[in-house]
């Protein structure tokens, strides 16, 4: 489904009756469909005829058909949504239309369900190996998304609150769905993005018609917008007094990223950390309590029941200040995965097994002296170089400083004589007159001064744009598999794939992606 209300009443709809629903992002590839039907097997299926994209309007029900001649399992029925910008063939006997199957009927009554019971099923992207069902409790849910509303976020009851996300992901089910209206919100449903629907003042209009008082979105998005508009013009022409916070999750939030947003909006800007896995932040600024100093680059302290440690690859604890594995004590608090869908081994393997007595979280980073949290990159992208564990994401902060770098990645590549170098990617503000051979010294030269000569960081591409999945998380996994030659699985969550091919002419300049 895509952003249209119709895709939580659907949410709602099932959760009123007890059925555990599985929402896919619209748009995904059919064969990627097809492996979380047959993972799933679902009774039925609730789809749009399309969505609408940026300049284009992307046809839902051809994916659909061609998942289901895919998959094993085949649903009893579907239920589409005719929408006006493409509507689509219905197949007889198996689809029906949205509207007409609810003339005339009764709403069902609400089921109730024991605590334990799933709520939904929430895949993650599955850009290595099958996608992990997670599977989300529902009294566990509810309590820890009605305690973040306040606690977290600030809002009260009757106040809007804005999460610009999609369905599709955690932060959708979540903070557009269930965590607003549990808790009293009125909650906004947006199809569109930051920038090109119509312009870089996207974000602004929409706080100031609805007067949103509390705004959670990525940060890829604030430097979508800081690359369009990076003196903030279009913000003058809307009134966004009324809010009161920005909250940033989903990936990493650079401090240029977080400055930027807190200079042109006037607001706090609170970055918090959390997974699909967690269902809401585990470590964040309880700024409706009493909001902590923030310290840009840490998400702040672990909130209530997560309690969070640093370990050495051998599952030792680390003193603050020192480099580790992100991992949570158990037991975990409610709301939290129990298990993935049908795959108990699986969840033990990738959670529990490494080390005994906590759950992985797969994020590298490090604990201050105050008990602040920083997260600097994934387990994957801490590379080693000539014996030296460095933080990609370390390295990422000092380019995105640059002045005319709009938004960066740092990667690990393979090297014969020091095991592993970054190499790192940056894309330029609009309006720069500097030459990209400038940009690329420049670069050098900041991370040399800052992380020092034992980063051997030299090699910079200056590229367009940067591979992306259709949440904003940077595919730093498929670059580098890309730089080192290696064979990749396409991820499904990407959003342009003409993109790593940009990607690899890129990085044959710079000696890598040969062919």
């Not at 509507?87 to 199957?101: I, K, N, Q, S, Y």
């Not at 585990?282 to 840490?298: C, D, F, H, M, T």
């Amino acid at each position: 489904m895509p952003m249209v209300p119709e895709a939580i009443v659907a949410m709602l709809a099932c959760t009123r009756i007890g059925a555990i629903h599985s929402v896919v992002f619209g748009g995904f590839a059919a064969s990627e469909l097809a492996v979380r039907i047959d993972d799933a097997t679902p009774k039925a299926i609730i789809a749009a005829s399309c969505g609408v994209e940026p300049g284009r309007v992307v046809a839902y029900k051809p994916l659909l058909d061609g998942a289901i001649a895919q998959s094993s399992h085949k649903p009893e029925f579907c239920f589409i949504l005719q929408r006006e910008q493409q509507t689509c063939d219905l197949t007889e006997g198996r689809d029906f239309d949205w509207h007409a199957v609810q003339e005339g009927v009764t709403p069902a009554p609400c089921l109730p369900v024991s605590g334990d019971h799933p709520a939904y099923i929430l895949y993650t992207s599955g850009t290595t190996g099958a996608p992990k069902g997670v599977v989300r409790p529902t009294a566990g849910h509810l309590v820890a998304l009605n305690w973040t509303m306040k606690n977290v976020y600030g809002v009260d009851p009757g106040e809007v609150f804005w999460a610009a996300s999609d369905v599709g992901w955690v932060v959708g089910h979540s903070y557009i769905c269930y965590a607003p209206l549990i808790h009293g919100n009125t909650t906004v449903v947006f199809e569109g993005k930051p920038v090109g629907t119509p312009d870089a003042g996207t974000f602004w209009r929409v706080i100031a018609e609805h007067d949103v008082k509390s705004f959670f979105t990525a940060p890829t998005a604030f430097r979508a917008i800081k690359r369009e508009d990076p003196q903030g013009e279009e913000l003058k022409k809307y009134d966004i007094s009324g809010l009161r916070a920005l909250y940033l999750a989903g990936e990493r939030a650079d401090p240029d990223t977080i400055n930027w947003a807190a200079k042109v909006m006037g607001v706090p800007v609170y970055d918090h950390w959390w997974q699909t896995e967690s269902g809401y932040c585990i470590v964040g600024n309880p700024a409706g309590i009493e909001p902590l100093p923030v310290k840009v680059g840490s998400p702040t302290v672990p909130m209530p029941g997560y309690d969070v440690r640093i370990l050495s690859p051998e599952g030792e604890e680390l003193p603050p200040g020192e480099l580790g594995a992100i991992a949570i004590k158990l037991p975990l608090p409610p709301g939290t995965l129990p298990t993935l869908w049908n795959a108990e081994d699986r969840f033990r393997k990738s959670y529990l097994d490494t080390f005994p007595g906590y759950y992985e979280t797969g994020d590298a980073g490090l604990l201050d002296e105050d008990g602040y949290l920083y997260v600097m990159a994934r387990t994957d992208d801490v590379i080693n170089v000539a014996g030296h564990r460095l933080s990609t994401g370390a390295m990422e902060e000092v380019l995105a400083d640059h002045p005319d770098v709009a938004e960066c990645a740092v990667i690990g590549v393979a090297d014969p004589l020091k095991g592993q170098l970054p190499m790192g990617f940056v894309c330029t503000n609009k309006g720069t007159d500097k030459t990209d051979d400038e940009i690329r010294a420049e670069c050098v030269r900041m991370v040399r001064d800052v992380i020092g000569p034992v980063a051997a960081f030299k090699l910079v591409a200056v590229v367009a744009r940067l591979p992306k999945t259709r949440s904003g998380k940077i595919l730093r996994r498929t670059m580098a598999a890309i730089a080192d030659g290696e064979a990749f699985k396409m991820p499904a969550t990407i959003d342009d794939p003409a993109i790593l091919d940009e990607i690899k002419q890129a990085l044959q300049p710079l000696g890598y992606a040969k062919d």
